[in-house]
């Protein structure tokens, strides 16, 4: 018999399923269209330009992530990929500036409450997922757990497939355009000769980590 404590919860309180579900969904908070259409072209120049972009940390207190300053370097040409400080930093100025919405008291900004931060495809060592501004939202702190690793079960799956599914449709263009970059054949040949390199310089890594590595790098499928 399988107990789970979110269904259980829906039941106690008369809430379908759908319901719950439809209700966490619409209450995400999504960069608008035209935002994440020009935020996106300027984030790919930057990449692509050596200009200061973010990562989140890779590893136990972020040990490994100078392997991925290294791959990226050799991928972008990029030496200036920086660490985020708190591996949210810049993602919420992103939220902030182009939603309006801020979980801090401002000037410029709406307040919001019990909103978290969530890369919705994950990538987060990936400098073109970890500022997407079509990766990014605003995600009610009740639903934040079905969107990752942090529970498991039927809601779950649902709840991370739709959201995909609805984030896609949303930004069709812009995730297409990111997947038609990680799958161009030279960019592969690229990252595979970057993984080896840094495999043969760095006895220490593991197959485990690369692989990871590899992975931060992978197309978006829904």
Do not use: C
């Not at 919860?9 to 020009?38: T, W």
């Not at 993602?91 to 919705?120: A, D």
């Not at 970059?181 to 000769?193: A, E, Q, R, T």
């Amino acid at each position: 018999m399988n107990r789970d404590s979110y269904l259980n919860f829906l039941e106690k309180f008369n809430i379908s399923n759908e319901d719950f579900i439809e209700y966490g969904l619409k209450d995400i908070i999504f960069v608008p269209k035209d935002k994440v259409k020009n935020e996106w072209e300027v984030l790919k120049k930057k990449v692509y330009s050596n200009h200061e972009v973010y990562i989140r940390g890779m590893g136990r207190d972020a040990a490994s992530t100078k392997y991925m300053f290294e791959i990226h370097k050799s991928l972008f040409s990029n030496s200036n990929i920086k660490k985020d400080p708190s591996n949210n930093t810049h993602p919420t100025k992103i939220l902030e500036n182009l939603t309006g919405f801020s979980k801090r008291k401002s000037k410029n900004t709406n307040l919001i409450s019990n909103y978290q931060v969530s890369h919705i495809f994950g990538h987060t060592k990936n400098a073109l997922m970890f500022m997407a501004p079509w990766n990014i939202v605003y995600i009610p702190k009740l639903f934040d757990p079905f969107s990752g690793h942090e529970s498991k079960g039927e809601l779950t799956q649902i709840f991370s497939t739709k959201l995909k599914e609805i984030t896609y449709e949303k930004f069709k263009v812009q995730i297409d355009d990111y997947n038609s970059i990680v799958n161009n054949s030279k960019f592969i040949s690229s990252l595979n000769s970057s993984i080896e390199n840094l495999k043969s310089n760095n006895s220490e890594v593991s197959d485990k980590l690369l692989n990871s590595i590899k992975d931060e790098f992978s197309e978006i499928k829904i």
